[in-house]
């Protein structure tokens, strides 16, 4: 048990030491809001002071649809990061993600690393965070409800990382059993049950599945931003980039594709995948998504500029989100979700 602690921990560190210091993006797949254009409303009537970019997040009302999303815990480095990340949440009054919380289950030393986020994000909704894997080997689910307790959480993700477990050292690319148990989940816990992917994205088929067995929210996390499988070949030193370095589904195909089974399911559907700026997250929006979401470029900026920093360059992208509602004729979220974008083979 000991050896699989240290494993876990190590792991942790050498993900949040290659997420800060070495290239692990996709390259050679965007996340394709770049093939979109939004459609200029000349004619807006719109008083620029007056637009309104709050929004709901399960019921509660946050400053801007983007929650700072799940990547660091369990370690000590994590401690004061995310401290930090829980600062920059409760001052702007969004949502934050926990890392996962496996460790959380395997070594109590290091629940003060998770502890800490609900210690600095009393006013905002927290997310606790477990892995698949984990969820298929759990016979029962007091595990799952000492995780949500632990952080406070107001609702609990679910994070699907398949393509990272079959690349990674060590990995458990066993799932066998995962809806059973996730609809047996959603049953007897109080909060919503997320489902996020890690950056492989989740298709249409996979989310009516989850939706179907209880799912309340969908994070669609697509192709484009960090690559997960990136970065098990950099920690593993592979000497060749695997073909799997840019496997998944770009981020704006996913968001459409989910979006479809809004006709039929009511769930909140989170955009994320390489969103880093507000043009983007407004365009995530447009095309469907009810809230964005971010984990590296956050992580990055905290950790070299500092908390307040890193709350300007919230606020800075969605001043760009609000010039983008001007531009639009939207005056909130709502209207700008019934924006239109136009595909660039439709303008030229």
């Avoid at 048990?1 to 996709?26: G, P, W, Y």
């Avoid at 990382?161 to 809806?179: D, S």
């Avoid at 760009?320 to 979700?337: F, H, P, Q, R, T």
């Amino acid at each position: 048990m000991e050896d699989k602690i240290n494993t876990t921990s190590e792991r942790k560190k050498d993900h949040i030491d290659l997420c800060l210091n070495e290239s692990v993006v996709f390259n050679n797949k965007t996340n394709g809001f770049d093939k979109y254009h939004f459609d200029h409303f000349a004619a807006t009537e719109i008083d620029y002071n007056e637009i309104d970019l709050s929004s709901k997040f399960f019921g509660k009302k946050i400053t801007y649809p983007f929650l700072i999303s799940c990547m660091t815990g369990g370690t000590d480095e994590a401690n004061a990061i995310n401290a930090n990340l829980a600062v920059i949440a409760n001052e702007i009054g969004i949502p934050i993600g926990v890392g996962s919380q496996r460790q959380a289950l395997e070594n109590s030393s290091f629940h003060k690393s998770y502890k800490v986020i609900r210690q600095n994000a009393k006013s905002v909704p927290v997310l606790g965070n477990i892995g698949a894997a984990q969820i298929s080997e759990l016979n029962h689910n007091d595990s799952i409800k000492f995780l949500i307790d632990l952080v406070e959480a107001d609702a609990m993700v679910i994070h699907l990382n398949a393509a990272q477990e079959v690349v990674q050292e060590k990995g458990e690319p066993n799932f066998k059993g995962l809806l059973k148990k996730i609809n047996k989940l959603t049953k007897e816990i109080s909060i919503p049950l997320i489902v996020k992917e890690v950056g492989a994205g989740i298709n249409k088929k996979s989310a009516k599945l989850l939706l179907d067995n209880g799912i309340r929210g969908i994070d669609v996390a697509g192709a484009g931003g960090t690559s997960w499988t990136a970065v098990e070949f950099k920690r593993n030193n592979s000497p060749n980039e695997n073909e799997l370095w840019n496997w998944g589904l770009p981020t704006t195909y996913c968001i459409k594709e989910v979006n479809k089974l809004k006709k039929k399911y009511y769930f909140t559907l989170i955009a994320s995948g390489g969103i880093t700026n507000g043009f983007e997250i407004a365009k995530a929006l447009i095309l469907g998504a009810d809230i964005t979401a971010s984990a590296r470029p956050i992580l990055i900026s905290v950790v070299n500029n500092g908390i307040e920093k890193t709350i300007n360059e919230i606020h800075y992208m969605f001043e760009n989100v609000k010039k983008v509602m001007y531009l639009n004729g939207a005056s909130n979220i709502k209207e700008l979700k019934k924006c239109r974008l136009i595909k660039t083979e439709d303008i030229y």
